[in-house]
Each structure stands twice: as structure tokens, then as C-alpha cells.
């Protein structure tokens, strides 16, 4: 059955939500043009209006879509291929941004809060700011308005209450188009985790708050009020980088524990589209807190603030037009919306270039000119670094939108993203990390204090030379300068770091003596010259520590460094690596409920690949976790591969990497598992496992003639007959009067554990029949062949397989948690700062 | 001149000196014929070859399945084997269009990634989802 009345309500409810928001724009438009004071209060209240409805109607899409996702209704496209039946409800909510409708939903939902938010505390700006709100809405809810235009057969939109059948040019719905599927295609299971459920609500509040930064611009200028814009959009744009900025990291701490992207960040263009108008918000925060202090750097705030916003637009085209296609492994689809994308950005962009161009002469400017020793000079200096920081990575992650270009014009351009992205972006990049982490130490000093060159030199000299003690002493223990990574870059960038968090630190202990309230900017910084050390010690020393030392090749097909930096690992033979012995001992699934890992040899399938039975008790640390016969829901797609570690020191743990049939993605996928201690992770997947889809090759059948009781050899491992049980009955087979079944339990003493087979052998209307048994971690199958009772002996079969095996890299990451660290720092400094200048403007009068 | 010229001018410096070496340094996409006597790790377009029925032809497995090698035309029609060390991508015989991105290790494309295009509307690629 079709559910369409909630489709349609949804379907309403977008509508409304996009004309409410135009009906709000125009309203509060009104609003802010007259100066009749009552007309003013009539249009504002007009304005609220409609934005409360429309806050309201958004919320009436969020909450119909989840209907539909929550009772899989699979009739409808968005709910089939985002959901499934057996997704647990948190993924429900995760479903609204795996697709791009939903993630446009998100976006809209938090400008609408944000929106309310704004019209309780912005005073008399409202009129104004919300007008550009309003304007961003009715652009948003475009997007997901999914409505046809008859005449010139032109879509607005992608709505995310389209039916399956209207999705899909599937044969079925000609035959009968009521067919609703089963199940949905569900939820990308690399993509269950619960990063998906906060990571991408988090980028895109971070996201949603950039409007309120741009919208107080737009407001200064419009009313001419080029000053005062500053102190309440100050504190928005201090919450906004600092949400952008955990988003972010989030992102990174995501790829770097699960989706084994090989490290946190990859420099791909849709990782460089967040990161580059971050930059710029961090900028321009620097100039708006310059121009609280001096009331200089004004217009360098009004481009800035500007700036931020239209690349958080252009980063919306980039990853949503297709344009990227070529680039990236990982941006959204065209959904036909490129051109509408690229109105909205235009729209903006010109709107904004066209109100600073025409007020520009009337933006007051200070005239002064700059000292070298005036704190100006030097956050400027800052600020000018980050920008080029972000003006680099922006060029180069430009290049398909230059491409495009040039093919409108007739011209073939050619430029392709670099090959060897992280090693292209990285060199230039460290240089201005140079800068900053000199800048962020030198330029505090100035902060709170006049200086001169004398002045300078006394405050500057200590922690200067703290900075060389530290780091020389850094470069000696670690060894890093002899090491074969060592590059002169990197020594300076340790020297500068240290003297970064040296001489803030020196700072902050001043400031704590006065006022904790202005430590922010101290804060903040020492956690940037963090992350840069634990940045550059991460990714320059990382180091391969699983080097293949046997002198054999693992596959003769796979290349050179393939072969060099894997271990190929049987189940329980253990080997060696860099400071560690490692023993593969076995894989697991994982249950459903408690998430307990349960190993694949003490469960038995059923039909449906998610139940499984227990063969056994299972018992852990002497709890029963499940009892024989249990039957135990898994996640089959997901398989963790044992290894036991030592290292030298005698310390001995465990690590569970995973493999993940993933057929979105197009099969096996690996995340990683990670040892981690404070001065180095130890990062490690498998990187080949055997084809699960293809059943193991046997070798040719061996007899041997054993005695009961007395030891013997199979493929070089003890055994031992240890007991006969006739049996009454078989599973499977009637036996009749005068048929025989035994059954032979035979011990084999396995590398770490013994294991016991029990093969049968049985003669039924004088036909002799033989059930073997395997065991799987030794690669054997052993069958009862005959009996001989005269001689109390059995001629036993067996078979031999290749041994159950991984392909394992581990890497160590040092100091990695350096850089988490450094990021909580940043973004309580941010925390600081925000409380610091939201009370400055709430005090305002 | 004043300093804030000076500024002005250091800065207009840097981002052409960005701008120069970036835009000198970016590999382009280029043909099997070019690739082979470049240096660098490059980018090539192209399609994969198919039969009268429409078949894509030329896709070798290995024998554990994880890694393939395949057949690739360029722009210019020009046929190479390439080498990808990562299962067969879903989608993959239904792309559009392949751009791989690696080089020659004797007569063999290595690829160390590969980007499909493909025509489905509906089909999105979805790695990560953040933007």
C-alpha cells in the first residue's frame, strides 16, 4: 500500500516553508526600508510571523520524513535508499544527511533556529539581518521544492517525499505500480557509526552560522552603520569557528578511526572546501577583534566576514554541482541543481560585491600608519598568513571550476588536481604553519602591552630560549633528526610550535593573575601550535612498522610496496614486527545487542545470514555470555580479525581490526583498530583476506593407519584417538536394524589450543557412508575411511587446506593524540573568547 | 611608499608566487602516449571498451579478487592494460567515463585510484556524506 498522505503533507509542508520564508523576506524587507515607526513595528511583526511559520513548517519536513523513514514506508525513494528495516533508530535519524535533500533539510533546520534565535537578540538590528535570512531560506528551500515549471519543463529542486516509483525507471512499477520493496537498501554500513549521527549535524551548524556573521555585515552596510555591526556579530562568528572547526576535526578523527582514509585528512576537495572558508572565519575574527581595540581593520573585517560566507556557498556548489566528478572519490552526484546552486552563490556574491562597492567610500578608514611594534601590525600579519593558507588550498581545489570555465569559452585548460595530493598541499602548507605558530607567539606580547624594540626584546627573550632548550631536547630523545623523514621544514616548525605554546603560556600566566576572561586568545593558540606538532609528528614520522621481513612475497601480482610493508599472518603462528610479536587468532562477529565479540568457529548458520546459533556455551572472563543453542543476531557484512600483541617490554594486549563486505563501495573494506598510548598510536588493518565467497581448495586425501589411544601425526600436529561412541542415531539418516554408526573423537593439538573432531562412519544397508569434520584454524578435515577391529586400528582420511591468513599493516602515528589534544584546547580558548565578547555586546547600551 | 603599499605588494607577491607554482606543478590529464614518457603520476580519461551487444570487455580478476587489471581507451582510442590493486568498483562496468590516476611500472598502468562517472541520476556516490 502507498502511504501518500504523509508524502504530501511533506510535500506541503516544503512548499509553505519556501513561501513563508519569501513572505518574510519581503516583510521584514519592508520593515527595515520605512522609518514610520509604526508601519516598522507592523512589517516586523509581520516578519516574525512568518518566520515563526516557517520555522514551524520546516520542522513539519523534518518530522514527516522521519515518519516515513521510522515506518519504513520503502515506497518512497528516500526512505528505500536510505533506510532499512532492521536500522537501529539513532541511523534513522543518520538517514536525513546520507542523502543530499536531507542534508539541504539539515542546513535549513538549524538557519530556522538559528533565525528565532536571532530575533530575540539582536536588538534593533532585526529588521535588517533577518531579512537576509529570510532571503537564504527561501534559496534553501528551494533546493528540496522539487516542483516542475510546465511551460519550460524546468525542475526547482529535488524533493525528498518522491515516490520509488517516480524515482526509478524500474520494469516492475509498469507491471504493477503499486509495488512497494521489502526492505530499503539501508544505510551505508561503513556509515553506522556514531560519528555519522553527530559529525554531520555538528559541520553543518558550523555551517548554518556563518549566515549570522555575513547577515550583520549585510546589515552594516545597508543601514550604514559600518561599526557598530561588529560587536554582535563578533561572538556569532567566534561560536561559528569554533563549531566549524570541531566539525571538521570530527570529520578527520572520524576517517582516521573507521574509515581508514589512511590518515584524518586526505585533501580531498570536499575536505578543502570546509576547511578553507574556516580559514578565512578565523581571519576575519582577528580583524573584528583588532578593530574592538584600534577601530582600524574595518574593511579588512567587511571582506573577510564577506568572504567566509559566499566560500561556504561556493563549497556548496563545488560538492553538490558535480563539477567535482573528475576530482573527488567522495562529493554528491549532480542532482540537476547545478544551476540553481550556482544562482544562489551568484546571487549573493554580486549582492555583496555590489552594496561594499557602492558604500565603500563612505567606510571611515583610519589613516594612521602601522607600527612595526603596534599589536595591528602584527595580528594583521596573522591574518594575512591564514588567508594565503586558505587562498592556496582554494586555488588548487578550483582547478574543475577553471576547467569549466575555460570550456565555456572554447578553450581546453587541462589542469587536473594533483596526483600526489597530500604531498602537493603539504609542502606549501607548512610554511605558512611557520608563520602562524611565529606570528600567534610573538604577536600576544602586544596584545596586552605597549611595546618597543627594547620592551620587545625582554619579553621576547625568555621563551625563546625555553623554545631552543625544548626543542633540542625534543630533536635528541626522539631522535627525529637522524631520522630518514627528517627535513629542515620540520625542525623549524617543531622550534616555532614550542615557542607558540612557551610564550602564550608565559602570556596566560599574566593575564590569570588579572582577568581569566581575556585569556581566550592565549588558550586558543596554545592548542593551534598543538595541533601543528602533533600534525607534523603524525604525518611526517609516521612510520610502517609492519615491514615484511620473511624475504618471501606475499602475492606476486600486487606491487613492490605492497609486498614490503605487509605481514602475511597465519592463524596461530606467531611472527615478528618492529617491537612486536604478533599472533592472527581467529575472527569474530559482532552481536547486535552489547556488541560482544563472538568467534565465527562457535557459531553455526542459519537461513538468515544475520541469526546465528551457538555450537557451545560462550564464556568470557567466567560469564556466560550465550548458552548453547542461542540463537545470536550479528552484523554479518562486519568481520574483526584477532591479533595478540607483545611488545618488548612484555606488555601484552589485543587488537580487533575489521573487514567489511561492502557492496556500495564496492567490496571489502578495512577499518582500522588502534593501540593508543599518549606518545603514539599504533594503527593497524588488514589490507587482503581471503575471498569469503570462495569455499577453501583442498588438497589430495591422505590415508593413515592409527591405533586407538596412541599418538599420531597429521600434517605435523599431535593427535590422538581419544574416544569411540557408537551412535543410535544420525542426524539426517534412518538407520535401520543392523546398520552401524560410530563416531571417532579425535584430539589434535593445536599451536595454542586443542581442538576435537568427530567424524563419523557409518554402514547403512551395507553401504558404508562418511560425514568428515573440519577444523578450520589448522586447515584440516579428517574422515573415518574404515575400521579394522582385528587390529584395533582405523584408517583415517585426511585432507589439508591452507591455513586460515590476514594481511596485516600496522603504523605507528606519533604524538597523534597531541593533536586531539591541542583541538579541545582550541576549542575552549574559542569557548573563552565567545563568553567574553557575547557579554560585551549583551552590555552594550 | 607606504607601508601599507609594501603590505600590499608582499601579498600580491605571495599569491602569484601561489599561484605559479601550484598551477605549474598541477598534473594534467593526459594520454596513454604522454603518460608514458612523463615523470610524474598522472591523471587519464578515457572509457572502457565494449562489444557489439554493449558488454564491457577486458576486466581480469585476480584469483583472490582483490586486486583487477583492465582494459582502458584513452581519448584518443589508444588501448593500455591497467593495473588497480582494490577490488572491481561496483558501478564500474556501467561507468561513463574512468579517470585514473597513478603511472607506468614498465608496460602497465598502475593505478592508485580510480574515479567513476556514471549515468544514473539516482545513483550517488556517497563516501562521506559531511558536505
Redesign the interface.
Given at each position: 500500500m502507498i502511504h501518500g498522505f504523509v508524502g504530501g503533507l511533506g510535500h506541503l509542508f516544503v512548499i509553505l516553508s519556501f513561501v513563508s520564508a519569501l513572505f518574510a523576506a519581503i516583510s521584514y524587507f519592508i520593515a527595515a526600508k520605512t522609518d514610520d515607526f509604526t508601519k516598522k513595528e507592523f512589517w516586523l511583526q509581520n516578519g516574525r510571523g512568518f518566520f515563526y511559520f516557517h520555522t514551524f513548517t520546516v520542522i513539519g519536513i523534518v518530522a514527516s520524513l522521519f515518519w516515513i523513514i521510522y515506518n519504513h514506508y520503502f515506497e518512497y525513494?528516500y526512505a528505500w535508499?536510505h533506510s532499512s528495516k532492521h536500522l537501529p533508530t539513532h541511523y534513522m535519524i543518520s538517514c536525513f544527511?546520507?542523502?543530499?535533500e536531507g542534508?539541504f533539510l539539515l542546513w535549513l533546520f538549524w538557519h530556522s533556529l538559528l533565525g528565532v534565535f536571532v530575533i530575540f537578540t539582536s536588538k534593533k538590528w532585526e529588521a535588517e539581518v533577518m531579512t537576509i535570512f529570510a532571503i537564504v531560506q527561501t534559496f534553501l528551500a528551494s533546493m528540496i521544492l522539487g516542483i516542475v515549471i510546465p511551460a519550460i519543463n524546468f525542475k526547482i529542486g529535488s524533493s525528498p517525499f518522491i515516490l520509488l516509483r517516480d524515482?526509478?525507471d524500474a520494469p516492475i512499477f509498469k507491471m504493477n505500480p503499486d509495488f512497494v520493496p521489502e526492505d530499503g537498501t539501508g544505510l551505508?554500513p561503513?556509515?553506522q557509526n556514531y560519528w555519522?549521527v553527530i559529525?554531520?549535524p555538528t559541520?553543518f551548524l558550523g555551517f548554518a552560522t556563518t549566515l549570522v556573521p555575513f547577515a550583520y555585515v549585510i546589515a552594516g552596510l545597508w543601514k550604514k552603520e559600518f561599526k557598530s555591526w561588529i560587536k554582535p556579530a563578533l561572538p556569532w562568528a567566534i561560536f561559528s569557528a569554533a563549531v566549524l572547526g570541531l566539525?571538521i576535526i570530527m570529520?578527520g578523527y572520524w576517517?582516521y578511526e573507521t574509515?581508514n582514509f589512511g590518515g584524518y585528512w586526505n585533501w580531498d576537495p570536499?575536505e578543502n572546501?570546509?576547511y578553507v572558508p574556516w580559514l578565512i572565519l578565523v581571519g576575519a575574527i582577528h580583524m573584528m577583534i583588532t578593530f574592538n581595540n584600534s577601530s582600524t581593520a574595518l574593511k579588512a573585517s567587511i571582506i573577510l566576514v564577506i568572504t567566509t560566507f559566499i566560500l561556504i556557498l561556493y563549497?556548496?556548489f563545488l560538492?553538490?554541482s558535480g563539477i567535482l566528478?573528475?576530482?573527488?572519490?567522495?562529493?554528491?552526484?549532480?542532482?540537476?541543481m547545478s544551476g540553481q546552486l550556482l544562482i544562489y552563490m551568484l546571487f549573493f556574491l554580486l549582492g555583496a560585491i555590489v552594496l561594499a562597492v557602492v558604500r565603500w567610500k563612505e567606510i571611515p578608514t583610519m589613516g594612521s600608519?602601522?607600527s612595526t611594534y603596534s599589536r595591528e601590525f602584527w595580528v594583521?600579519m596573522g591574518a594575512?598568513v591564514i588567508c594565503?593558507m586558505g587562498?592556496?588550498v582554494l586555488?588548487?581545489t578550483s582547478?574543475p571550476v577553471y576547467n569549466s570555465i575555460a570550456t565555456l569559452f572554447g578553450f581546453d585548460l587541462?589542469?587536473?588536481?594533483?596526483?600526489?595530493p597530500i604531498k602537493?598541499y603539504s609542502n606549501?602548507q607548512i610554511w605558512f604553519a611557520m608563520g602562524i605558530a611565529i606570528l600567534s607567539g610573538t604577536g600576544q606580547f602586544f596584545w596586552w602591552k605597549k611595546m618597543d624594540k627594547e620592551a620587545l626584546k625582554k619579553v621576547i627573550t625568555p621563551p625563546i630560549i625555553i623554545a631552543l632548550l625544548v626543542s633540542a631536547f625534543i630533536m635528541l630523545v626522539s631522535g627525529i633528526s637522524n631520522s630518514e623523514f627528517f627535513r629542515i621544514q620540520y625542525l623549524l616548525l617543531v622550534l616555532f610550535s614550542v615557542y607558540s605554546i612557551v610564550s602564550n603560556t608565559f602570556i596566560l600566566i599574566k593575564i590569570s593573575k588579572t582577568k581569566y576572561s581575556l585569556s581566550g586568545g592565549a588558550v586558543a593558540h596554545i592548542g593551534v601550535a598543538m595541533m601543528l606538532i602533533g600534525v607534523l609528528a603524525s604525518s611526517g614520522y609516521s612510520k610502517v612498522v609492519s615491514l615484511n621481513n620473511t624475504g618471501l612475497l606475499i602475492?606476486k601480482?600486487?606491487?613492490t610496496s605492497?609486498n614490503n610493508e605487509n605481514l602475511l599472518l597465519f592463524i596461530n603462528e606467531p611472527r615478528t614486527m618492529a617491537g612486536y610479536e604478533i599472533i592472527y587468532r581467529g575472527d569474530f562477529y559482532e552481536t547486535v545487542e552489547n556488541g560482544y565479540f563472538v568467534n565465527v568457529n562457535d557459531l553455526e548458520s542459519t537461513i538468515n545470514p544475520r541469526y546465528k546459533i551457538a555450537i557451545n556455551d560462550i564464556i568470557e572472563n567466567d560469564i556466560v555470555l550465550f548458552n548453547k543453542s542461542d540463537t545470536i543476531e550479528i552484523a554479518p557484512e562486519n568481520t574483526y580479525y584477532q591479533v595478540d600483541y607483545k611488545n618488548e617490554s612484555g606488555e601484552v594486549f589485543q587488537l580487533f581490526p575489521r573487514a567489511q563486505i561492502n557492496?556500495?563501495?564496492?567490496?571489502?573494506l578495512a577499518s582500522p583498530d588502534i593501540r593508543r598510548k599518549l606518545t603514539k598510536d599504533l594503527y593497524t588493518h588488514v589490507s587482503?583476506i581471503?575471498?569469503p565467497?570462495?569455499p577453501s581448495e583442498w588438497g589430495d586425501l591422505k590415508e593413515l593407519e592409527v591405533e586407538y589411544g596412541k599418538n599420531f601425526f597429521v600434517n605435523d600436529y599431535v593427535a590422538k584417538i581419544e574416544k569411540i561412541e557408537p551412535l543410535s542415531e544420525v542426524e539426517g539418516v534412518e538407520l535401520g536394524d543392523g546398520d552401524v554408526a560410530i563416531k571417532a573423537h579425535i584430539k589434535v593439538m593445536g599451536e595454542s589450543k586443542d581442538y576435537t573432531v568427530a567424524p563419523i562412519f557409518l554402514i547403512k544397508d551395507k553401504m558404508v557412508g562418511r560425514i568428515p569434520e573440519e577444523i578450520a584454524d589448522l586447515g584440516l578435515k579428517i574422515n573415518v575411511l574404515n575400521i579394522f577391529p582385528e587390529k584395533n586400528t582405523f584408517l583415517l582420511g585426511v585432507n589439508t587446506t591452507q591455513k586460515k591468513w590476514i594481511v596485516l599493516k600496522a603504523l605507528e602515528k606519533p604524538l597523534i593524540n597531541v593533536l586531539w589534544m591541542g583541538t579541545l584546547v582550541l576549542m575552549f580558548g574559542f569557548s573563552i573568547a565567545m563568553y567574553r565578547r557575547y557579554s560585551e555586546f549583551k552590555n552594550q547600551k | 611608499m607606504?607601508?601599507?603599499h609594501i603590505?600590499a605588494i608582499g601579498?600580491i607577491a605571495?599569491?602569484i608566487a601561489?599561484?605559479v607554482?601550484?598551477?605549474g606543478?598541477?598534473?594534467?590529464?593526459v594520454t596513454f602516449e604522454e603518460a608514458k614518457v612523463s615523470e610524474?603520476?598522472?591523471?587519464v580519461?578515457g572509457t572502457l571498451p565494449k562489444n557489439e551487444k554493449g558488454d564491457v570487455e577486458g576486466i581480469y580478476p585476480?584469483d583472490?579478487?582483490?586486486?583487477f587489471s583492465f582494459i582502458m581507451l584513452d581519448e584518443n582510442n589508444q588501448q593500455q592494460q591497467v593495473?588497480y590493486?582494490?577490488?572491481?568498483?561496483?558501478?564500474?562496468k556501467r561507468s561513463e567515463q574512468v579517470?585514473i590516476?597513478?603511472g607506468y611500472?614498465g608496460d602497465i598502468f598502475?593505478a592508485?585510484?580510480i574515479?567513476l562517472?556514471?549515468p544514473s541520476?539516482?545513483?550517488?556516490?556517497?563516501?562521506?556524506?559531511?558536505?
Open positions: 525513494h535508499s544527511w546520507e542523502g543530499q542534508s524515482a526509478l551505508n561503513l556509515l555519522m559529525h554531520p559541520l566539525g570529520g576517517a574509515l570536499v572546501a570546509v563549497s556548496t560538492t553538490r566528478g573528475n576530482s573527488s572519490v567522495h562529493s554528491f552526484t549532480d542532482l540537476g600608519s602601522v594583521f594575512t594565503m587562498f592556496h586555488h588548487v582547478f587541462n589542469l587536473a588536481p594533483p596526483a600526489e602537493a606549501i602475492s601480482e600486487a606491487d605492497f557492496e556500495a563501495m564496492g567490496g571489502l587482503s581471503p575471498n565467497d570462495e | 607606504k607601508k601599507s603590505f601579498i605571495i599569491a601561489i599561484i607554482s601550484t598551477t606543478d598541477a598534473s594534467s590529464y610524474t603520476k598522472v591523471h580519461v585476480s583472490d579478487k582483490l586486486s593495473f590493486n582494490e577490488p572491481i568498483p561496483t558501478d564500474f579517470v590516476v597513478g611500472q598502475v592508485d585510484k574515479l562517472k556514471c541520476k539516482y545513483q550517488e556516490e556517497k563516501v562521506n556524506a559531511s558536505v
